[in-house]
């Protein structure tokens, strides 16, 4: 079974920092690109942050500057370092990727991570 764990949510003050972590399993080999998104009260999910397994990194104009995408092929572990954190940027945080399990790709969600910024 293919699945995505992200951790390391959790409250803090704005201009503080974060660290995400995204744990890919049961895939048979290291997706090509993952991406983080995020969903705040009320409002529909929205795209954060991609990064392909080459380390192209695409960003959110909103978070340009002070999120950093980064990943670990060999680990299947993708990251998400937030800086500058700012009130607007609560919300769940999701990772996503196609995972292979040896017969198909599955389009994969996370559980989501709470982020929570504090004004």
């Known amino acids: 079974q293919v699945q995505l764990v992200e951790s390391g949510g959790g409250l803090v003050q704005a201009g503080g920092s974060l660290r995400l972590s995204c744990a890919a399993s049961?895939?048979?080999?290291?997706?090509?690109?993952m991406g983080w998104y995020r969903q705040a009260p009320g409002k529909q999910r929205e795209f954060v942050a991609t990064?392909?397994?080459?380390?192209?990194?695409d960003y959110a104009d909103s978070v340009k500057g002070r999120f950093t995408i980064s990943r670990e092929n060999a680990k299947n572990t993708m990251y998400l370092q937030m800086n500058s954190l700012k009130p607007e940027d609560t919300a769940v945080y999701y990772c996503?990727?196609?995972?292979?399990?040896?017969?198909?790709?599955?389009?994969?969600w996370g559980q989501g991570t709470q982020v929570t910024v504090s004004s």
């Open positions: 996503n990727a196609d995972l292979f399990d040896g017969s198909r790709y599955y389009d994969t």
């Open positions: 049961g895939t048979i080999f290291s997706p090509n690109a």
């Open positions: 990064i392909t397994s080459g380390g192209r990194k």
